[in-house]
């Protein structure tokens, strides 16, 4: 299901022009990217390799993600992990804006207490996590936290410099599909501090 979702918005996306594409969702990354990759006509880039690259700078790395991304040890193609764990429960409190929340902490301390002693560093696998920093580095201090999606964007730069394709003239403009109800997105989106201005709807039938 997520790999034909993958392509349908691929498909779509490039019906819109875009130069290159960024496939920001790491499970959608690990089920869909490597035939992406391959057959589309533009530059297609994951979180993965981004996020493992960094990883490799340290001794003991972990991974907390959604079930799917674990479970795929999509990871463990790029580097060795010590320690994986998927946290279900971090995705519907980031989205209720509780990242900084009492809850959150507890939550935070049940998932991660098996955690190796001396991990070094924690690939946040889902691009809900990185709300998460503040409450996750009280857990686990002194563990440094991966951002896939920081990683991600540094790598995307520097191949679209090398590439010729970088915007020259200024800012470009942050267009929002959504197949679900747009307000809703709205409010979800506004609450994660993204101001959303040009939001359309997009049917299924249209993917």
């Not at 690939?123 to 920093?133: A, E, M, N, R, S």
């Not at 201090?141 to 951002?147: E, H």
Request: some cysteine.
């Amino acid at each position: 299901m997520v790999r034909r979702f993958a392509w349908e918005i691929a498909g779509f996306l490039l019906r819109e022009g875009v130069k290159a594409l960024v496939v920001a969702c790491n499970t959608a990354s690990s089920a869909a990217l490597p035939d992406l990759a391959e057959d589309l006509s533009v530059p297609v880039f994951g979180v993965l390799e981004p996020a493992a690259e960094e990883a490799r700078a340290y001794g003991k790395v972990g991974l907390i993600g959604t079930q799917a991304t674990v479970e795929s040890r999509a990871y463990e193609r790029h580097l060795d992990l010590a320690w994986a764990k998927a946290c279900p429960l971090f995705v519907p409190l980031v989205e209720e804006g509780l990242w900084d929340d009492p809850v959150a902490l507890l939550v935070a301390r049940h998932y991660l207490e098996e955690a190796p002693k001396d991990l070094e560093a924690l690939i946040l696998g889902c691009t809900h996590y990185p709300f998460l920093k503040n409450t996750l580095a009280q857990v686990l201090p002194g563990v440094r936290l991966i951002d896939s999606a920081e990683a991600t964007a540094r790598r995307v730069a520097q191949a679209l410099e090398r590439e010729g394709l970088l915007n020259l003239e200024g800012r470009g403009r942050v267009v929002h599909y959504v197949t679900g109800d747009p307000e809703s997105y709205r409010a979800l989106a506004e609450r994660l501090g993204e101001r959303v201005e040009d939001l359309r709807r997009v049917s299924l039938e249209e993917l």
